[in-house]
């Protein structure tokens, strides 16, 4: 279940802050497992380079910020994953069997079609040549997008939140922020914001409509 925070003390939200991947697509580890499979890799290869290998870290962390480009990281990661490995457009091979969470995406409309302000905060892992906001076809429902890659500090940073408040127009207090990490939370909460773990998009989604008093209707 999602585990959102005491909201006895908050004004009425006006906001809406959704992170992206795993709140806004299904979890990606099964779909990176599958490409890594289809590539000739161990099918935790993604997951390990990225996370587990010192220099697959700092490259990732380096172009969340905006300090390599996604081709340099292509480059660099591909190197680290084997040497058939084809750098080109790496990350949007592994990126584009990843569904859109399709419920997720109609509460957020329902959210703005009731006046709600939404914003987009999302640690980038790249715009070009792979948009991975275009190709999930999300960018469009926010009013404001904060990508750490176009600010240039990502999350946890306590000022990437402030930053999204500041765009929004509106006060902690006043809004409901997502994420599927539970140390993206910590910030957000001491600025006021309201906090909802993202652990299954349904209970997720049944927990937004219960604290924003929407329905999400997906089109038929």
Known sequence: MPQPTDTTSHQAPRGLILDFA???????LSAHRAWCESEGLPPEAWRATLNDNPEGRRLYAALEVGQISQAVWNEG???????HVDPENLMGRAWSGVPTAQRMVALARAARGAGYRLALLSNSF?????????????WDLFDVHVVSEAVG????DPAIYRMTLDRL????????FVDDHPVNLPPAQALGISTVLAIHEADTVAELERLLGV???LAA
């Open 126 to 138: 790249g715009l070009d040549p792979f948009d991975p906001y275009e190709h999930a076809g999300i």
């Open 22 to 28: 795993g709140v806004l697509t299904a979890d990606p």
């Open 169 to 176: 127009g509106l006060l902690g207090q006043e809004c409901v």
């Open 153 to 156: 500090v990502a999350k946890p």
């Open 215 to 217: 329905s999400a209707v």
């Open 77 to 83: 990661t591909a190197a680290l994953l084997g040497a």
